[in-house]
């Protein structure tokens, strides 16, 4: 069973860059099975999606985050990661990891997420 | 970026009674749409996919259809696990993926 866990700070203060890192247990993110892609979600608010990776480290950013993210996979470990960087209060939200499928971008298996709260 | 616009925010239902979530795109998507389940404290869960394609271990109370720009879910028999907030996602055109802002299934 593919599983993902999502592991990083829980504060960042604000101008500085959130990383988080996603495990991925289950499967081989070399598998070419799936893109690797992370999500979030204000508190109280809805879905966003920040970007993907695949096994080859083509990456796909929403436009709206483009200039401040970077996502990278790390195959030796089986992770892959989200840098965001200039952060403000805008970017406190519960960040999850994510699998995308290749044919249709359906996010079939999730993490659990992990809340990231920016302040000082 | 295509938006996606959900209807109504809030739905009050009865345990028992048909629930019908509605999903407008801001330009066609074809039959490009999922549907997600996610209950408080949880990470969302996949229902449907191409606009009517129930995920693995998806209850066949839950149903999708439509095409282009208007999709509907419906269950069919709203049980107490059933309450929860949902959400449409399509991936016609991305990036970005986009999600409509949800609707809450609550209890009457």
């Known amino acids: 069973q593919l599983q993902l866990q999502e592991s990083g700070p829980g504060l960042v203060k604000p101008s500085e860059t959130l990383s988080l890192t996603c495990t991925v247990s289950?499967?081989?993110?070399?598998?070419?099975?799936?893109?690797w892609g992370w999500i979030r979600q204000p508190p109280g608010k809805g879905l966003e999606w920040i970007g993907n990776?695949?096994?080859?480290?083509?990456?796909y950013y929403n436009p709206s985050l483009k200039s401040r993210v970077t996502i990278s996979v790390d195959t030796s470990n089986n992770q892959f990661s989200l840098k965001l960087s200039s952060v403000t209060a805008a970017d406190t939200a519960v960040y999850y990891c994510?699998?995308?499928?290749?044919?249709?971008?359906?996010?079939?298996?999730w993490g659990q997420g992990t809340l990231v709260t920016v302040s000082s | 970026e295509i938006v996606m616009t959900q209807s109504p925010a809030t739905l009050s239902v009865s345990p028992g009674e048909r629930a019908t979530l509605s999903c407008r795109a801001s330009?066609?998507?074809?039959?490009?749409l999922a549907w997600y389940q996610q209950k408080p404290g949880q990470a969302p869960r996949l229902l449907i996919y191409?606009?009517?394609t129930r995920a693995t271990g998806i209850p066949a109370r839950f149903s999708g259809s439509g095409s282009g720009t208007e999709f509907t879910l419906t269950i069919s028999s709203l049980q107490s696990e059933d309450f929860a907030v949902y959400y449409c996602?399509?991936?016609?055109?991305?990036?970005?993926?986009?999600f409509g802002g949800g609707t809450k299934v609550e209890i009457k």
């Open positions: 994510a699998t995308e499928g290749l044919v249709s971008s359906t996010l079939g298996y």
């Open positions: 289950g499967d081989s993110i070399s598998s070419r099975s799936f893109y």
């Open positions: 990776v695949y096994y080859n480290g083509r990456t």
């Open positions: 330009q066609s998507v074809n039959s490009n």
């Open positions: 191409g606009a009517s």
């Open positions: 996602q399509q991936y016609n055109n991305w990036p970005p993926i986009t």
